[in-house]
Nanobody
Framework: EVQLQASGGGLVQAGGSLRLSCATS????????IGWFRQAPGKEREGLSC????????YYTDSAKGRFTISSDNAKNTVYLQMNRLEPEDTAVYYC????????????????WGRGTLVTVSS
């Protein structure tokens, strides 16, 4: 059974940092890409970043460039999203998802999703 579990969310002040983790199981990690997305109340799900575990290529959308960094620990089957200089506008539920390809801005293309983790940034 494919499972993804996002964790690491919480309450942080503006300007602070958080590192999210996406623990995975049930599939061959090296064959898949893992993407990070977020969804704020009343808004559509938004792509942030993706890593292709087969060749370690990373992708970022404009919302994540310069502040967020994706990384992958193949030994632990876990992907991380380091988020720095957080802003109140970053408040959302953050999700990770898995697919064979890296669709950084197309959440509808992902086959597998984990439950999200809430990030709240206070001003």
């Amino acid at each position: 059974e494919v499972q993804l579990q996002a964790s690491g969310g919480g309450l942080v002040q503006a300007g602070g940092s958080l590192r999210l983790s996406c623990a995975t199981s049930g599939f061959i990690f090296d064959d898949y890409s893992i993407g990070w997305f977020r969804q704020a109340p009343g808004k559509e799900r938004e792509g942030l970043s993706c890593v292709s575990n087969s060749d370690s290529t990373t992708y970022y959308t404009d919302s994540a460039k310069g502040r967020f960094t994706i990384s992958s620990d193949n030994a632990k089957n876990t992907v991380y999203l380091q988020m720095n200089r957080l802003e109140p506008e970053d408040t959302a539920v953050y999700y990770c998802a898995a697919d064979l390809l890296c669709w950084v801005d197309r959440p509808m293309n992902y086959d597998y999703w984990g439950r999200g983790t809430l990030v709240t940034v206070s001003s």
